[in-house]
């Protein structure tokens, strides 16, 4: 139990392309996902954080215009990299909580996207 | 503000051979403190939790006892095995309850070789 899937699994685009990034979970309901990106041998770094229903809370320094978020379902959260450039290569991860387990806070990943822009 | 702090790696180690990569934290109040696992090309894996002072979590031979004196949670294991190479994220989340952000340390990889 409780899978995430991304699709899709890697990306090239060109430079100012758009490309948008899905993370499901596939056998619970998550009211809340979060966005990462994980730069080479280096450490998860939360981008913002993803309510059903409900605008993102983005952390600090993230464009929210750069890199919209929508959670319109209980099971589906997609991130959008708008206008890439090839600073925005990097590992993608969502993660989502399950929302049937009261105060839950372990956090389920994907297995991630990898994005390269040319 | 938070932050989990890791010993560097890579960690190279024989089969067989006694794990521990170190494991501290800053955060206000009481933490729940996680240790997810990175095998090659996969995403990361809850590999054992402790929500409070005292607790030990543990799951396939790993242990890490929560040690709120000296703000660690470090991760042992008695006998690696090839199968364990893989990079190791200490995360603490601020307040129990509600899927709270994670803040991660830098991970350490670990190489087990025969």
């Known amino acids: 139990g409780a899978v995430v899937s991304q699709h899709p699994s890697w990306v090239i685009c060109k430079s100012g392309t758009s490309v948008k990034i899905e993370c499901r979970s596939l056998?619970?309901?998550?009211?809340?996902m979060f966005w990462y990106r994980q730069f080479p041998k280096q450490s998860l770094m939360l981008m913002a954080t993803?309510?059903?229903?409900?605008?993102?809370?983005?952390e600090q320094g993230v464009e929210k215009d750069k890199f919209l978020i929508n959670h319109a379902s209980l099971t589906l959260s997609t991130l959008t990299v708008t206008s890439a450039h090839p600073e925005d290569s990097s590992f993608y991860i969502c993660?989502?909580?399950?929302?049937?387990?009261?105060?839950?806070?372990?956090?389920?990943f994907g297995p991630g996207t990898r994005l390269l822009v040319l | 503000g938070n932050s989990v702090t890791q010993m560097e790696g890579p960690v190279t180690l024989s089969e067989e051979a006694f794990l521990t990569i170190n494991c501290t934290y800053t955060?206000?109040?009481?933490?729940?403190l996680f240790w997810y696992v990175q095998y090659p090309g996969e995403g990361l894996q809850l590999l054992l939790k402790?929500?409070?002072?005292?607790d030990k979590g543990s799951n396939k031979g790993f242990e890490a006892t929560y040690r709120k004196e000296t703000t660690s949670f470090h991760l042992e294991k008695g006998s690696v095995q090839v199968s364990d190479s893989a990079v190791y994220f200490c995360?603490?989340?601020?307040?129990?309850?509600?899927?709270?952000?994670?803040?991660f340390g830098t991970g350490t990889q670990l190489k087990v070789e025969l």
């Open positions: 402790a929500t409070k002072a005292d």
């Open positions: 056998d619970f309901q998550a009211t809340t």
């Open positions: 995360a603490l989340s601020p307040l129990t309850g509600g899927g709270n952000k994670l803040t």
């Open positions: 993803s309510n059903e229903g409900s605008k993102a809370t983005y």
């Open positions: 993660s989502a909580v399950d929302r049937a387990i009261p105060n839950q806070e372990t956090q389920y």
């Open positions: 955060a206000t109040g009481y933490p729940s």
